[in-house]
């Protein structure tokens, strides 16, 4: 892979991306998985409430969530 030389400001205006994408790592929850299995258990039980009730749900249940963090509550669960 060649090396160019172009700054992050350049090629982050090229991509059309913001310069703080490049900078900052990701990173997730350490409970992810319990979390995850927990939004399954409420689909699984509860099928037609959306992401706001399983969210409320997960918030009586002792989770710190937002309604972002059960937003991925049934996309690709299916």
Same mark, same amino acid.
């Given at each position: 892979? !060649?090396?160019?030389?172009? #700054?992050? %400001?350049? !090629?982050?205006? &090229?991509?059309?991306?913001?310069? #703080?994408?490049? *900078?900052? &790592?990701? %990173? +997730?929850? /350490?409970?992810? !998985?319990?979390?995850? /299995?927990?939004?399954?258990?409420? !689909?699984?039980? @509860?099928? $037609? @409430? =959306? @992401? *706001?009730? &399983?969210? /409320?749900?997960? $918030?009586? /249940? =002792?989770?710190? &969530?937002?309604?972002?963090?059960?937003?991925? @509550? =049934?996309?690709? $669960? +299916?």
């Amino acid at each position: 892979m !060649a090396k160019l030389h172009l #700054s992050e %400001r350049r !090629a982050c205006r &090229v991509l059309g991306q913001h310069r #703080s994408t490049q *900078r900052k &790592v990701p %990173r +997730g929850r /350490a409970d992810e !998985a319990a979390l995850t /299995a927990e939004i399954v258990a409420f !689909a699984t039980r @509860y099928g $037609r @409430y =959306g @992401y *706001r009730r &399983v969210a /409320a749900m997960l $918030r009586d /249940a =002792g989770w710190a &969530v937002n309604q972002s963090g059960s937003s991925g @509550y =049934g996309g690709g $669960r +299916g």
